[in-house]
C-alpha cells in the first residue's frame, strides 16, 4: 500500500518541479527580450485621485547596466513646483536598492529607508519599490496556466520574493504574452489584499526591444491611478557610469 503512495508523491513531486521550472524559463525568458544596456525616456504622467482630478507631471529617465545590477535616475521636469525633484536608485544582484531622493528646495538629499520603500513616490500610484529594476533570480515561480487578457493569450504566473523583509509584497500574479514573451499585467499582493496593478500596454518593439509605451498603475488601497506615457524611448546609448553618483545627482 505504502509503494504507489509515495510513486504519487514523487509523481506530485516532480510535476511540481517541472511547473516552477518552466516558469522560471518564460520569465528568463522575458527578461532576456527586455534586455538593454543602458535606456533613455521622457514621461509624462496623469495622477487620478479618487475625487477623479487630474495632475499632470513630466520627468526624464536614464539608467545605465542590467537587471539586478543597474543605476537608473529619475528627474521631474514638470510642472514647476515639482521641477528637479529627482531619485537615484543603485540596484544591487543580492540584495534591495540603494535609493536617495533630492529635493532642490530643502538643497540636500535623503536616502529612502527600506520600510519606506513602501509609500507613493511623490504624489504618483507608483511606490519606491515599484522603481526598482531587480533580477528574476531573487523570485520564486509558479506556472498557474494559460489565460487571456486583452484578446492576448497569456501564461499566469505566481511570483513570491525569495527574502520576504526586502519587498512590500508578499506575492504576485504575472501575466506574459506567450507571442512576445512580455509581461502585460502584475497584481502585487500584500497577504490576500490586492495593493497594486501594474498594465503594460501600446508594446512596441524599439531598436528590437519589446518596449510599453503606456504604463498604467492602480493604487487599490487609495482607489487612484496613475498613468505613464513614454516618449523618446533610446536604448543602447553610450552612458557614463559616473553620471549615477550622489554628487551629479545634486546638481
Known amino acids: 500500500?505504502?509503494?504507489?503512495?509515495?510513486?504519487?508523491?514523487?509523481?506530485?513531486?516532480?510535476?511540481?518541479a517541472a511547473s516552477a521550472q518552466?516558469?522560471?524559463?518564460?520569465?528568463?525568458?522575458?527578461?532576456?527580450?527586455?534586455?538593454?544596456?543602458?535606456?533613455?525616456?521622457?514621461?509624462?504622467?496623469?495622477v487620478i485621485n479618487s475625487s477623479q482630478k487630474i495632475s499632470k507631471k513630466r520627468w526624464?529617465?536614464?539608467?545605465?547596466?542590467?537587471?539586478?545590477?543597474?543605476?537608473?535616475e529619475l528627474r521631474f521636469m514638470a510642472p514647476p513646483?515639482?521641477?528637479?525633484?529627482a531619485l537615484l536608485v543603485i540596484n544591487h544582484p543580492d540584495r534591495a536598492s540603494d535609493q536617495w531622493m533630492w529635493i532642490p528646495a530643502e538643497e540636500r538629499d535623503r536616502r529612502i529607508a527600506l520600510q519606506d520603500r513602501s509609500s507613493r513616490f511623490f504624489g504618483t500610484d507608483f511606490s519606491f519599490e515599484d522603481l526598482e529594476e531587480r533580477d528574476i533570480d531573487?523570485?520564486?515561480f509558479k506556472l498557474?496556466?494559460?489565460?487571456?487578457?486583452?484578446?492576448?493569450?497569456?501564461?499566469k504566473i505566481e511570483s513570491r520574493p525569495k527574502e520576504s523583509k526586502t519587498s512590500q509584497y508578499t506575492s504576485s500574479l504575472l501575466w506574459v504574452r506567450k507571442d512576445r514573451y512580455f509581461l502585460v499585467r502584475t497584481d502585487n499582493f500584500a497577504k490576500d489584499r490586492l495593493v497594486?496593478?501594474?498594465?503594460?500596454?501600446?508594446?512596441?518593439?524599439?531598436?528590437?526591444?519589446?518596449?510599453?509605451?503606456t504604463v498604467a498603475v492602480v493604487d487599490s488601497t487609495r482607489n487612484s491611478r496613475t498613468r505613464l506615457t513614454l516618449a523618446k524611448v533610446k536604448y543602447n546609448l553610450p552612458i557614463k557610469s559616473g553620471d549615477f553618483t550622489r554628487e551629479n545627482f545634486r546638481q
Open 81 to 85: 513646483d515639482v521641477k528637479g525633484v
Open 144 to 155: 498557474l496556466g494559460d489565460d487571456k487578457l486583452d484578446d492576448a493569450v497569456c501564461w
Open 60 to 72: 526624464a529617465y536614464d539608467r545605465l547596466g542590467v537587471y539586478g545590477n543597474s543605476k537608473s
Open 138 to 140: 531573487r523570485y520564486d
Open 196 to 213: 497594486r496593478q501594474i498594465s503594460y500596454r501600446d508594446v512596441e518593439s524599439i531598436e528590437g526591444v519589446w518596449t510599453a509605451l
Open 22 to 46: 518552466d516558469a522560471r524559463q518564460i520569465m528568463t525568458e522575458v527578461q532576456n527580450r527586455t534586455q538593454s544596456k543602458s535606456e533613455h525616456y521622457e514621461g509624462t504622467l496623469e
Open 1 to 16: 500500500m505504502n509503494k504507489p503512495l509515495s510513486v504519487f508523491v514523487l509523481l506530485g513531486y516532480t510535476a511540481y
